[in-house]
């Protein structure tokens, strides 16, 4: 009995996760789909726990699942809204390392004795090295989101990389052609895998960490869907494979934002192109500076202004006094919106999720295409903190390493004011030749203080 | 090669699921407004997190005198429900900031 139960709550949990996936893309329904699928889970967590009579040990399950819900749940509501990439990140990288560690233990309990048992020590391997990549490589996401790691690249690396893959798989070939546990080769397959993870986001570059967080986000579904097969666990397989689908679309969807395919991000590049990028040595022109006063009037004067935002407003903290400017410009009667470049800060959607939280209006937030529609009616666009998704460079320059990725038309508006701490590159490490357009004029400061300044200038107009 | 039929053969339903599965999850999000992908993304996190019903099938059905299973399967209880837990939290504290501003 206690199985029918089970397999019909593991239905309605697989059920859960479709209903939820599918209305966490429409924005009504979202947050009520982000409720089913959880609801899903926790019915299919205390079934497992309850009604499976081989389950014993549940004060200690118990006691894992209240850490763990205690840490996640204060970890998950401190976290600062820019932080939150991390943060994704970061619990990426926990389900991954469950994964990994269930193969493990799943490899020291597997009876040899009646033959290898080939194809489950195949899928326990996989799941060991998929799971250890999708760990290795959330914790190097994190580290360079936050920071703390930056990029490395080296000659050689692509082969090397491709060596130590071929390593994994070779190791984990011979695994499971053994008829007995070699505890030792299963350890030194495990350390390869956190090298691979490691030195495949290394090189990576900070703007395509969005990419990569969704790709190891798959990798942690693939490897939950192997779990599954592994136990014969449909919750597992459906969940996991329902992720591992929809991650790998929702990063492809994200490489065709910048114009580019998975590959090309993969084998970092950007990083790779630069110096000959920087050779070129692009037309320059003069660079001219925009005082606060003067800003200040170009925009209180205007019909129409568009904010283009950027992880440099993320970094300032600045999207609440972004916020104010904007309410006090349409005190004035000025049209303001923003336009918000697919792959602007460091996810899909960083700048709306950021912009939300300081209460700017959903309709004010128009996506490109829209956004370009309306440029070249634009009085002033003001650059907050953006660089590569406004280069025009990507427009016309075959040279340039962001050949062919669309962005966002500031250059068509009557002026532009670029918020910059300085004239330094953006990620991709190009030269923005939007600096040296007659159009253009530069405000130089944090974007945080600067746009304080602003506020406090348009005030007293 | 005839054992990878074999397994195949074995283990039908299971792919079908999967081929299944697979497109159902392209159909789900290929929609998907750019304003939403980092809920997406970070509700589609919080669901493979399911990987935490294994992590209780390890310590469950870890003998008394296994230290291995008992301790590793206690860590990936943790793991586990640290990727449900923070996973659904985070989303929801995304998704909680579209809904204030659409009043």
């Not at chain 1, 193969?103 to 799941?127: C, L, N």
């Not at chain 1, 969807?253 to 790779?272: D, E, H, P, Q, Y």
Request: net charge neutral; hydrophobic share 50%.
């Amino acid at each position: 009995m206690e199985k029918y139960i089970t397999d019909l709550i593991y239905l309605i949990g697989s059920v859960s996760f479709i209903l939820g996936l599918k209305m966490l893309s429409h924005p009504e329904t979202a947050r009520k789909g982000n409720l089913y699928a959880a609801a899903g889970m926790v019915l299919a967590i205390l079934a497992t726990i309850f009604l499976d009579p081989a389950i014993h040990n549940i004060i200690w399950i118990f006691g894992g699942i209240a850490i763990g819900t205690v840490v996640g749940w204060i970890a998950a509501k401190k976290v600062k809204m820019t932080a939150m990439p991390q943060m994704v990140s970061l619990f990426n990288g926990m389900g991954g390392a469950c994964a990994a560690v269930i193969s493990v233990v799943e490899y020291t309990r597997h009876d040899f004795s009646h033959g290898g048992g080939a194809a489950f020590i195949a899928i326990v391997m996989a799941g060991l090295i998929i799971g250890t990549v999708s760990f290795a490589g959330s914790m190097i996401a994190f580290g360079k989101l936050n920071g703390n790691i930056g990029d490395k690249v080296f000659p050689g690396q692509k082969f090397i990389n491709l060596v130590i893959l071929i390593a994994a798989i070779g190791l984990s070939y011979y695994l499971s052609t053994q008829h007995q546990p070699e505890n030792t080769l299963l350890l030194i397959t495990l350390g390869v895998a956190v090298l691979y993870g490691v030195m495949f986001v290394m090189p990576i570059g900070g703007a395509d960490m969005p990419v990569v967080i969704s790709l190891l986000n798959s990798f942690t579904g693939i490897a939950a869907a192997l779990g599954g097969f592994i136990y014969n666990n449909q919750v597992m397989l459906t969940g996991g494979i329902l992720v591992g689908s929809a991650g790998t679309i929702l990063t492809i969807i994200m490489c065709k934002a910048m114009n580019r395919s998975l590959f090309n991000v993969i084998a970092g590049a950007f990083g790779t192109t630069n110096a000959a990028a920087a050779g070129d040595g692009a037309a320059k022109g003069t660079v001219k500076e925009i005082s606060i006063s003067d800003a200040a009037v170009l925009l209180a004067y205007s019909k129409k202004v568009f904010i283009v935002p950027g992880y440099g407003l993320a970094v300032a903290q600045a999207q609440h006094t972004c916020h104010e400017l904007e309410k006090l410009l349409e005190e004035k009667g000025v049209e303001v919106k923003y336009a918000i470049h697919p792959v602007a800060g460091r996810m899909p959607g960083h700048m709306n999720v950021l912009l939300a939280e300081s209460d700017v209006p959903y309709e004010k937030l128009l996506e490109m295409e829209e956004a370009n529609g309306e440029m070249a009616n634009t009085d002033v666009s003001i650059i907050i903190g953006a660089n590569d998704v406004v280069n025009p460079a990507a427009r016309h320059d075959k040279n340039s390493p962001i050949y062919g990725m669309p962005i966002l038309d500031v250059d068509k508006s009557a002026n532009v004011i670029i918020m910059k701490r300085s004239m330094a590159a953006g990620y991709a490490g190009i030269d923005n030749e939007l600096f040296y357009y007659p159009n253009n004029r530069m405000l130089f400061g944090d974007a945080k203080a600067s746009l304080q300044k602003l506020v406090t200038e348009v005030k007293a107009l | 090669m005839e054992q990878i039929f074999a397994f195949i053969s074995e283990n039908i339903r299971f792919i079908y699921l999967i081929i299944l599965m697979v497109f159902l999850g392209i159909e789900v999000i290929s929609h998907v407004p750019s304003v939403l992908h980092t809920p997406l993304m970070s509700g589609a996190n919080a669901i493979h997190g399911v990987v935490i019903v294994g992590a209780i099938i390890v310590m469950g059905r870890a003998e008394p005198d296994n230290y291995l299973a008992l301790v590793l399967g206690f860590f990936s209880v943790i793991l586990g429900t640290l990727n449900v837990v923070g996973g659904f939290v985070v989303t929801d504290r995304m998704l909680e900031m579209f809904k204030k501003k659409k009043k």
